[in-house]
């Protein structure tokens, strides 16, 4: 009662704040522990809504048994009344609805109080287990099959079923294999110790060319509802096999080593700052053979002469073969070596199908004025995830920001990564854009290095996590006023992290940075962190919704997911909870009850 008569002396008197329209700015409080600015956006069934779904998150045994409790929901009740019962609930509470059409409400009401969004089509196949291990291992084609057979190993079936992968083959003896980039059963689902990302399992390529109708269909709807100011969310593995991302991913990181031999130990393609001439120099009399020199007049470079291995640009435009475009000369014998597996003139045409439908996606939503955001994803594809996306930049981001990659702060190596792409951007004078996240794997990648004998590639803690996220911001913004380039740098801060925003809008006031500048702009999922993305909003910040969408039963897997991550995150719920709380006792006693939403913000 103490706290009911606090609030009461404490609110404001009377009802006229509904019929004065709010102003265009507020002022931002860092506490973020205003409940009138982080819910004004809200009705009051909707905060009630909220606190309640938040209470059955923290119930460990519904949350553990979500899944199986929505499906013998649904069989109880039937599918009519089930829908209704869960967009009053968990639906109604993570998802904008069903199409582009019945999401705009939400998106406009979104925008009126300062707020964008990211749309993100979350329909996923509810697949088993093991369909799920059967699709992952699966990966060795008929003609490759044939092939090993003839040549390859007695016990075929056994090395099926332990998962290895196409690259498991070929060139082995040669090369050896990089562990990390081959499929290994006990991880063949990949949503295993994975509750915040969705994971797609290749079926065939009618799916993916399904999948990427999906997108398209994104596409219209952020142009149409956003006014331009929407992005979409990409995961390139629904576009294609994911076992040709893990076999590029492996040419990578073997580029790489090459590099580091020639190089001297920078250990890194993009900045050993060599040129074709030391190139030649190095590899010395083997100059002269020919098989090298034409490896040599295939080499591309940027315009300060520096040496890029392999054109990117050709082997993701034209008809290469990728066993024969990634070849290098031996820095003993000058003969040339596979740094990828023989793969089937199959394997081949499902790669230049993923690209041709990522470039048809975001041809299309350059054409609708439409930002895309290619997701991160496992470390054993993020490699080849990133060089792709890189490329997708130099083609696209001339002129403007369209395209972004999305880089896991809780993987040690992405402050060097993240160095190295921007190099890279100022030496091609392109646009880079990233969305900067904590990440959505780290308890996979922890247990699947432990059980592969690979280094963990993970921060050893959460505070060191924590660190890295700082580390790569302040690294990104300190280059806004310092570099000819700077103005060419977008950053999206994608973490639910108190902190971690005030940390960054720190950072914004030390290098004069303002929020209209379209450098730095802020994401927070639909139906979580509202006291962070509202305000932020309503202050003048760029505040961003990640919206998911999609018909009731068809995100299911995905709802699931986020009563898990709200399990996870039970101190910042317990926050949320008592500001809903709060709110809504406020509205109560001040005769607010039922309050109707009116926003004229005007989002940056």
């Known amino acids: 009662m103490a706290l009911l008569r606090r609030l009461a002396v404490n609110a404001p008197r009377g009802v006229r704040v509904l019929s004065t329209p709010p102003p265009s700015r507020d002022e931002l409080d860092l506490s ?38 929505m499906k013998s929901l649904r069989q109880m009740v039937g599918q009519r009344l089930f829908e209704a019962i869960m967009k009053a609930t968990f639906y109604g509470q993570f998802v904008a609805g069903e199409d582009q059409n019945k999401i705009r409400p939400t998106l406009e009401r979104l925008r009126s109080f300062g707020v964008k969004s990211i749309l993100d089509y979350s329909v996923e196949e509810d697949l088993s287990q093991e369909e799920a291990e059967k699709r992952e291992v699966s990966c060795v084609t008929s003609s490759r099959l044939n092939e090993l057979i003839k040549t390859g190993p007695r016990n075929l079936q056994d090395l099926v079923i332990a998962g290895a992968s196409i690259s498991t083959f070929g060139d082995t003896q040669e090369e050896g294999q990089l562990k990390q980039y081959h499929v290994e059963q006990r991880f063949a689902d990949r949503r295993y110790k994975v509750t915040s990302a969705r994971t797609y399992f290749y079926l065939n390529e009618a799916a993916c060319e399904k999948n990427m109708e999906a997108f398209m269909r994104s596409i219209d709807a952020v142009a149409e509802t956003t006014k331009s100011t929407g992005l979409m969310a990409v995961k390139l593995t629904a576009l294609g ?33 060599k040129t074709i001439e030391d190139l030649q120099r190095y590899l010395g009399d083997l100059s002269s053979k020919p098989e090298v020199q034409e490896f040599m007049k295939k080499i591309t470079s940027d315009k300060e002469g ?21 070849r290098v000369p031996d820095p003993k014998t000058g003969q040339m070596r596979r740094l990828i597996s023989q793969i089937s003139p199959k394997e081949e045409e499902m790669f230049r199908n993923m690209l041709r439908r990522l470039n048809h996606i975001i041809h299309v939503a350059n054409e609708s004025d439409v930002r895309i955001m290619i997701d991160a994803e496992q470390t054993y ?21 369209l395209v972004f990659n999305t880089y896991q702060t809780y993987l040690k190596n992405t402050y060097n990564e993240i160095v190295t792409d921007l190099e890279q951007a100022q030496r091609q004078n392109f646009y880079w854009g990233a969305k900067l996240v904590r990440g959505a794997y780290i308890e996979q990648e922890r247990a699947r290095a432990a059980a592969m ?67 730095v702009c802020f994401g927070q999922l639909l139906g979580m962190c509202d006291h962070i993305t509202f305000p932020l909003g309503q202050a003048g910040y760029s505040a961003y919704k990640y919206v998911p969408y999609g018909p009731v039963v068809e995100v299911l897997p995905y709802l699931s997911r986020r009563a898990n991550e709200n399990r996870g995150f039970l101190v910042k719920i317990k926050k949320e909870k008592g500001l809903l709380l709060k709110e809504i006792f406020r509205r109560l006693f001040t005769g607010q009850i039922f309050y109707k939403p009116s926003g004229n913000y005007t989002p940056v």
């Open 381 to 401: 594809f993020q490699p080849a995830i990133s060089r792709i996306c890189l490329e997708m930049m130099r083609r696209y981001n001339k002129d403007k920001f």
């Open 453 to 519: 004998g690979y280094e963990d590639p993970t921060c050893d803690s959460v505070g060191a996590t924590s660190a890295s996220f700082h580390r790569c911001l302040k690294e990104i913004l300190g280059r806004v006023k310092t570099e000819p380039n700077g103005d060419r740098l977008g950053i999206m801060v994608a973490s639910h992290n108190e902190d971690t925003v005030r940390y960054a809008i720190q950072l914004m006031k030390e290098h004069d940075i303002k929020p209209g500048d379209k450098v």
């Open 306 to 326: 520096i040496v890029h291995l392999f054109p990117w640009s050709n082997i993701l435009d034209k008809d290469m073969g990728l066993s024969d475009s990634f």
């Open 241 to 273: 096999r994911p076992q040709l991302l893990l076999q590029l991913s492996e040419v990578i990181m073997r580029a790489r080593s090459y590099m580091h031999q020639i190089a001297g130990g920078t250990g890194n393609v993009l900045t050993h700052h």
């Open 32 to 69: 973020f522990n205003s409940p009138k600015d982080a819910f004004k956006s809200k009705k009051t069934s909707e905060l009630v809504r909220a606190y309640l779904v938040y209470q059955i998150c923290s119930i460990n045994w519904i949350v553990e048994n979500n899944d199986m409790l």
